[in-house]
C-alpha cells in the first residue's frame, strides 16, 4: 500500500520535472523524438512510457517553450526534429534556479537537516519578525506592572 | 518482411487502439499525435523486426489510452511554471467546457436562424399585396389603342376599350402602389391556364416592369426602362407593361377584356402570386380582321 503511494508520488514527480528535462536536452542541439526517448530513457525511473513524450513535446510547442521542423536528411527519413526557443531557455533557467533551491528545502527537511519551520526565513520578513517579538514582549512587561 | 513497419499486423492494432482512444481529440491533435508514434515506431524498430521486438516496443509506448489522456491534457502543469498536474476531473472539465462553448455557439445561430425565418415568415404573412388603386393610372401601350381608347362605364366600373387588332401586338400599361412596409419585387407574369390570363384574348404574353422611381417623366410611359422584374419599394409606385399577340375572334360589337393583373411578388424569402384587381378594365371589341384563333 505504501509503495504504490510512493510509486504514484513518483510519478507525479517525474510529470512535473519531465518538461525542463526536454528543455535541457533540447538546448544542446535539436534532437527528434525517438533521441528524446533514448536519452530520457538512460536517465534512470525518468521516463515511466515512450509515448508521453510525445504529448509533452506537443504541449511544450503549445506553449512556445520549443519549435518542431521536419528535416529530410540524405540517406534517412523525414524526421521531425523539435529545438528549444529563447522562451523555453528562459523558462528552463528559471526553473534551474528554483529546483536547486526547492531540492535543497526538500532534502534538508526529508533528512531532517532543517526543520520547517526554522527555515531560512526570507530576507525581507526576518526582521519584521525581530520586531514584532520584541514588542509583544515590552507590551506584556508593562502590562504586568500595572 | 517488407512495406514499412506499420504495416505489421501488432503495429496496425496498436495504432487503430490509440485511433480509438484519440476521438477525444481534436482531430488535428490526434493526426499530430498518430504520426509521431508512427515515426517512432519507424526509427526504434527494424523493418524485419519479429513480434517480440515489436511487442517490446509497443509496451514500452504505453497504453494508447494512457497516450490520448497525456495528450488531452494540453497546458497542464508538466509544463514548467504552470502549476499542478492536470486531474482528471480537471480533464473532464476542459472537455465539456468546449463542448459547452460549441453548443452554446451553435445554438445561437439557430435560434438567430430561426428568429431571422420567424420575422421574415411573419413580414411575408403579414404584408399585403400591391394595389392598383382607384385614381391609379392605366393606358394603352400602343399609340394606335391609346388615340383609339373609348372609356365606358359600366357597372360603376370604368373600362378601357380599344378595337381588336388581330395578329399583332398589343398591350397595356398600369401603375402599381405598395401600401405595405417592405419591399416587394416583382419577379414576373403570374398568369396560366389555371389562373386566367393578363391579356383579353392573344399568345406570347410578356409582362416587364418600370425601374426607378416614378419622377419627373410622370405618367410618360414610354419614358421608362422596363425590365421582367422591379423591385417596388414601401410606398412607392412602378408602371407594369403586358404586351400580348392579340388573337381572339370577336364579331361586331362584342368585346373582352381584363379586370385583373396576376403578378409573381417575392416578400422577404418568399414568392406568392398576387391577383390584383385593375379600377380600370382594358377591353379589346370586335369586329376581328387578320389571322384569329
Known sequence: MSGMAAEGGLTELRR?????????????????????????????????????????????????????????????????????????????????????????????????????????????????????????????HDRHHH | MTGTITDHPLVRDYLRQLDVASRVLPAAQARELREQITGHLDDELPPDADDEEIAAALSRLGPPGSLAAEAMARGSGTVPGTGAPVTAGILIGRRLERVRKRT?????????????????TATFLTAGQLENGSFNYGAWWYEQ???????????????????????????????????????????????????????PGGTDEQVTVSQGPIGAAGHDRYKYRYAPAGVVPPGETRLVRVLWTSRICLQKGESQGVTRLILRVRVGWFTRTEVIPLSDGFYLIGPSKGRCI
Request: proline residues 5%.
Open chain 2, 104 to 120: 452554446w455557439l451553435i445554438a445561437a445561430v439557430v435560434v438567430t436562424l430561426v428568429v431571422i425565418a420567424a420575422f421574415r
Open chain 2, 145 to 199: 389603342d391609346y388615340r383609339h381608347n373609348v372609356l365606358a362605364t359600366a357597372n360603376d366600373s370604368t373600362q378601357n376599350t380599344a378595337p381588336v387588332r388581330s395578329g399583332q401586338r398589343q398591350g397595356y400599361v398600369v401603375e402599381v402602389y405598395n401600401g405595405t412596409g417592405v419591399a416587394q419585387t416583382i419577379i414576373g407574369d403570374g398568369s396560366g391556364p389555371s389562373i386566367g390570363w393578363n391579356n
Open chain 1, 16 to 140: 512535473g520535472v519531465l518538461g525542463p528535462c526536454v528543455l535541457a536536452l533540447l538546448e544542446l542541439r535539436p534532437r527528434f523524438g525517438l533521441e528524446l526517448v533514448r536519452e530520457l530513457s538512460a536517465a534512470d525511473g525518468l521516463l515511466t512510457s515512450d509515448g508521453t513524450v510525445y504529448p509533452l513535446l506537443n504541449r511544450l510547442r503549445d506553449a512556445g517553450l520549443v519549435t518542431s521542423e521536419w528535416q529530410d536528411n540524405e540517406g534517412e527519413r523525414a524526421r521531425r526534429y523539435y529545438s528549444i526557443t529563447p522562451a523555453g531557455q528562459e523558462t528552463l533557467a528559471g526553473f534551474r534556479s528554483d529546483w536547486d533551491q526547492f531540492a535543497a528545502t526538500v532534502g534538508g527537511v526529508l533528512n531532517h537537516t532543517l526543520r520547517p519551520g526554522r527555515a531560512a526565513p526570507a530576507p525581507d520578513s526576518a526582521p519584521a519578525a525581530a520586531v514584532t517579538a520584541s514588542g509583544t514582549k515590552g507590551r506584556r
